[in-house]
């Protein structure tokens, strides 16, 4: 299923799966209450952890996204979304990033069924049930430990800014950069936060490359930039929450603050608060904050892939629970995908030539590509199979989906992409079919 999956992953359950008995196969399997979420993800979650037990730190980065299946109104089980218009899921999700920027894989995800708040419900009933807020630490105490050598650091934005995040890292040894929603007291509840940070002295410049951001409610699309910033820093000390017995203790973390300077008229400026379990005692510390928190637009990219590569939403599946089966296929999908993207993108621009010595980006993307898709690609790019690089790749594709390649196009989108390879796979299936034909042929 998930093969057929990354074959077409724009297309239907039944443009997916020619035969009949595979797709009948394909729904008993999502509507099968035996099957959970993290069985059909335990293999790939176990092989995520193993990589990441190789690095120093690793980066969990976690951020909800509400699936939205309002116009589907036979499927039972959905809360609401969209504040309060829709109906769907929420799906939170943790995805494992190296400290560069590199996506590894899927370490945890919840499903969540928003409900409407009981009528006259005290702070004490809202603090014994489980709510939306809970789902940051939920995830924090599920990832756990990652080996001994490696320290995980849960990369959040400003709805993971709760103690209980906080408090649920420092519990099992983990560390925490949250982007702060609140301006809360410190220490002794003297000052707060903003005006803390606001007068400490500029610890440096730097800059940021700012990804274009679609229009959003009532937020205007803007368009990707380089953003230039100030950079300040302090250490504070967060008190708990007034009238939570579940918490007594303060907390000291570091804030970073950073501003943009000069930002265009049309665009909204940056304004980061940072908390933060790690040292900042000097600016290139500092720095490594930004830029980690940078990296958390890697998920809503992901997310984008989700919905807009694979057709997350378009399912026709009629229960939330199988729509969260399909959800968990598809989000390793999504990051295979788009891995092969960063390869590409890391490799060189769209139209830059080809390196002199390929070899060890080819090894890279033998180590995520089929045999099969290599020994194709190759042939339709006109190079041998060893010297296939991931941009050569991805430009194939790109370009077999209608992308033309000029200075002025920037990049394919996801939909030329996914156009480009549903027509290498029909390749690579008459590849295969022919092989298992005349076996006694060698095509490569």
């Not at 945890?108 to 708040?117: D, P, S, V, Y």
């Not at 937020?219 to 930039?225: E, L, M, T, V, W």
């Amino acid at each position: 299923m998930a093969a057929a999956m990354a074959a077409a992953p724009d297309h239907s359950l039944p443009d997916q799966h020619e035969d009949w008995s595979d797709l009948k196969a394909t729904y008993r399997f999502f509507q099968n209450p035996k099957v959970t979420p993290e069985g059909i993800q335990q293999m790939h979650r176990l092989k995520v952890r193993a990589v990441c037990a190789s690095h120093a730190k690793i980066l969990a980065v976690q951020d909800g996204s509400e699936l939205d299946y309002t116009a589907h109104r036979a499927v039972e089980g959905l809360g609401f979304v969209g504040g309060g218009l829709g109906r769907g899921l929420l799906q939170h999700s943790t995805l494992a990033v190296t400290t560069e920027g590199g996506l590894l894989g899927v370490l945890h995800q919840i499903w969540w069924k928003r409900e409407r708040t009981a009528e006259g419900e005290t702070r004490r009933q809202r603090q014994a049930r489980e709510t939306e807020s809970d789902l940051w630490a939920k995830s924090i105490r599920a990832v756990g430990s990652l080996g001994p050598a490696t320290r995980v650091i849960h990369v959040t934005d400003r709805g993971g800014d709760c103690f209980e995040t906080m408090q649920a890292a420092y519990e099992l040894g983990s560390g925490f950069l949250i982007r702060a929603k609140h301006d809360r007291y410190l220490g002794d509840g003297d000052e707060r936060l903003w005006a803390l940070l606001q007068c400490q002295a500029v610890a440096g410049l730097r800059e940021v490359e700012v990804p274009a951001r679609p229009k959003k409610g009532k937020s205007p699309a803007q368009p990707a930039r380089r953003a230039s910033l100030t950079v300040r820093f302090s250490p504070v000390v967060v008190p708990p929450p007034r009238n939570d017995p579940r918490f007594s203790k303060p907390l000291s973390v570091w804030a970073v603050y950073v501003c943009e300077i000069n930002p265009p008229a049309e665009v909204e400026p940056i304004e980061w608060m940072l908390l933060t379990s790690e040292p900042v005692e000097h600016v290139d510390q500092a720095n490594a904050c930004v830029d980690w928190y940078t990296y958390r637009w890697l998920i809503e990219e992901w997310h984008k892939v989700e919905k807009t590569g694979c057709r997350l939403e378009a399912s026709q599946l009629k229960s939330a629970e199988a729509l969260e089966r399909l959800a968990a296929l598809t989000a390793v999908v999504a990051v295979r995908l788009l891995q092969l993207r960063d390869l590409a993108q890391a490799a060189m621009s769209w139209t830059e030539p080809e390196p002199e010595s390929p070899s060890a980006q080819a090894a890279e993307l033998q180590a995520v590509v089929p045999r099969d898709w290599i020994l194709v690609v190759s042939h339709l790019a006109r190079c041998r199979p060893e010297a296939l690089t991931p941009h050569r790749f991805w430009l194939t594709l790109a370009k077999r989906g209608g992308f033309i390649g000029r200075r002025s196009d920037g990049v394919p989108g996801w939909q030329t992409i996914w156009k480009g390879w549903s027509e290498i796979m029909m390749i690579v299936q008459g590849f295969e079919l022919h092989r298992a034909i005349h076996p006694e042929k060698s095509c490569g």
